[in-house]
């Protein structure tokens, strides 16, 4: 169910074409302590996904370069790809409601790239999803999956994050991330599966 959102998302977002997609705003910026927590949560949720299988070369996930985030009826009819499709233990906030830039993490195994980047791989393959994946896996050697992070919700003397990663039309995860500070850095305390697929 959850891979068929995303699909149904891609689908939709590829007929819209570019020219209807707004911009994330006005180069809105994660702060030190947002990008940490994202770290963090790449570190400890995407990464031991990619590192499942190794097929000789360094295994990457493609990171979407913009938080994902929860939205009204109207921006989810409009743009669905931009939207959490279910936001489930997310807490509402200002950063939650808005898209950031997700700068790069400097993780070797993490390659940012746009939403357009990826929109493009299932352009005119409705009748066969798994050609965008294989074009994704032909464009980024070792590629593994599509990663999606929300801006951190601040709680409770911690941080909330929804993550998601996608590694195939039938393939794919979503958390909700719980992270507290600990000897000055951010650490991951729960992880509750959202999805799978």
């Known amino acids: ?26 180069d809105r910026a994660l702060d030190q302590d947002d990008v940490a927590v994202i770290r963090a949560v790449v570190d400890s949720t995407i990464l031991p996904e990619i590192r ?55 993780r070797p195994s993490v390659r940012l790239v746009t939403l357009d980047v990826v929109q493009r791989a299932f352009e005119g393959r409705r009748d066969d999803p798994n050609d965008g994946w294989e074009q994704l896996g032909r464009s980024f050697p070792g590629f593994r999956g599509v990663a999606r992070v929300s801006a951190p919700a601040y709680v409770d003397d911690g941080a909330v994050v929804f993550v998601s990663f996608s590694c195939g039309s039938l393939c794919g995860k979503s958390w909700l991330v719980r992270l507290a500070p600990k000897d000055g850095r951010w650490r991951v305390i729960d992880r509750k599966l959202l999805a799978m697929s």
């Open 1 to 26: 169910m959850f891979m068929t959102r995303i699909m149904a998302a891609l689908a939709v977002a590829s007929t819209c074409g570019a020219a209807t997609q707004p911009s994330a705003g006005p």
């Open 52 to 106: 499942v299988a190794k097929f000789g070369r360094q295994p990457i996930a493609l990171l979407i370069d913009e938080t994902v985030k929860l939205c009204n009826a109207e921006e989810r009819r409009v743009q669905p790809w931009r939207c959490l499709g279910d936001p489930r233990g997310l807490p509402r906030e200002r950063k939650t409601e808005m898209s950031f830039r997700v700068p790069d993490l400097k």
